[in-house]
């Protein structure tokens, strides 16, 4: 459902060229490896429906959801694109599969059992991905289990393995050891299995050549979001402007807010726009009088959240951005806002603020 702009809190701009030119940044740090695009939790948050078509006319043929209903919706949307579920399998949906060619990521013993079973039964070796796992200790085959799958003339191999792939836990902090052994694990494993494209990086793992292998596989990185410690993130996609609806006055002394954790410390103008944790921007990314909030920016100043996040309201103190009024924008996210930013401010991650954007917005498209 689209909001009009008129009943809604606030605007939620997306735009899609600058989430296809980072699809195509991370194309050319690969140096001609096959790049597909994570679109999982409706591509974090986004619209799946607009961030696909959108990628896919950067060059995407290759994608990753996590249930197999964002599958369907991905599929309508792009009839020719390879479509992989990273989530497992789907027992009780295994007709969905086949019926709109989709591939399901076998990432246990069972769900290479029931897969290859399920294509025994329809008569086809239907595509799949092996996950196997190298260090997350998440989802994936062990190497005495992915050993068993290699052995010639294993059963399981009743289905096309089209892909091997694994996942990285900690390449987005540079030089950790995790990664160089799973790095090490991943190479081993791959050589069971000769033939098989293999998939490990993820967006953090595109900056390793050694990680990239036949198919990259970006998610937080096509979306604004930082993908590695220390390093500037790509093209922001995202921005979250909202009007105010009312602005007043509060004397030094007085008290902002749930709990009364803010305190005016001089005679001060605050303004209130209706967003609030219930539309994604979390609680925890407000102010105290001990604690710094998310930083927001009103007439190209920066100010600070007065007081705690609430459900549907935030108050921003404005006594330093000059002339402010009812109907003003306030930009929340954008302008030099990112979400690292406001992630930083609630003692979290840029995935989580991006997956969290509400659904009371009016959302945009541009690009």
Same mark, same amino acid.
């Given at each position: 459902m689209t909001i009009p702009q008129s009943e809604a809190g606030a605007v939620l701009t997306i735009d899609l060229a600058a989430l296809a030119a980072n699809y195509r940044a991370i194309v050319g740090m690969g140096g001609g490896v096959a790049?597909? *695009? %994570? %679109?999982?939790?409706?591509?974090?948050? @986004?619209?799946?429906?607009?961030?696909?078509?959108?990628?896919?006319?950067a060059g995407c043929t290759t994608f990753f959801v996590a249930h197999l209903s964002e599958a369907k919706r991905l599929r309508a949307a792009l009839p020719a694109a390879t479509v992989y579920v990273l989530n497992g399998l789907f027992g009780a949906a295994l007709d969905t599969y086949t019926a709109h060619d989709i591939r399901p990521v076998l990432g246990s013993r069972e769900d290479v059992e029931i897969f290859a079973a399920h294509c025994e039964t329809v008569g086809r070796r239907l595509p799949a991905a092996i996950h196997v796992d190298t260090g997350m200790?998440?989802?994936?085959?062990? @190497?005495?289990?992915?050993?068993? @799958?290699a052995e010639p003339g294993a059963n399981a191999l009743a289905f096309e393995p089209a892909l091997l792939m694994s996942h990285f836990a900690c390449a987005d902090e540079p030089g950790h050891p995790l990664t160089a052994r799973q790095i090490d694990r991943f190479q081993q494993i791959r050589g069971l299995f000769p033939g098989i494209p293999g998939s490990l990086a993820n967006s953090a793992g595109c900056t390793?050549?050694?990680?990239?292998?036949?198919?990259?596989?970006?998610?937080? *990185? @096509?979306?604004?979001?930082?993908?590695?410690?220390?390093?500037?993130p790509l093209a922001p996609v995202v921005t979250l402007e909202a009007p105010i609806v009312q602005v007043r006055s509060v004397r030094v002394g007085d008290t902002v807010g749930y709990g009364a954790a803010w305190t005016a410390g001089r005679n001060s103008r605050i303004a209130v726009v209706s967003v609030g944790y219930a539309d994604g921007y979390l609680r925890q990314a407000g102010s105290t009088d001990r604690k710094t909030g998310a930083p927001m920016r009103v007439n190209g100043?920066?100010?600070?959240?007065?007081?705690?996040?609430?459900?549907?309201?935030?108050?921003?103190?404005?006594?330093?951005?000059?002339?402010?009024?009812?109907?003003?924008? *306030?930009?929340?996210?954008?302008?030099?806002?990112?979400?690292?930013?406001?992630?930083?401010?609630?003692?979290?991650?840029?995935y989580e603020i991006l997956t969290s954007l509400g659904r009371r917005y009016h959302r945009r498209y541009t690009g």
């Open positions: 790049t597909a *695009a %994570v %679109v999982k939790a409706d591509a974090y948050g @986004l619209g799946i429906e607009r961030a696909g078509p959108a990628l896919a006319g200790n998440r989802l994936g085959l062990d @190497l005495a289990e992915a050993a068993l @799958l390793l050549p050694a990680a990239r292998h036949d198919l990259m596989r970006p998610g937080v *990185a @096509l979306y604004g979001a930082r993908y590695v410690a220390g390093r500037d100043v920066l100010c600070q959240p007065a007081g705690r996040v609430s459900m549907d309201l935030i108050a921003i103190d404005v006594t330093d951005a000059g002339a402010v009024a009812a109907g003003d924008t *306030a930009t929340l996210i954008g302008d030099g806002i990112g979400v690292d930013d406001v992630a930083e401010a609630a003692g979290t991650i840029g």
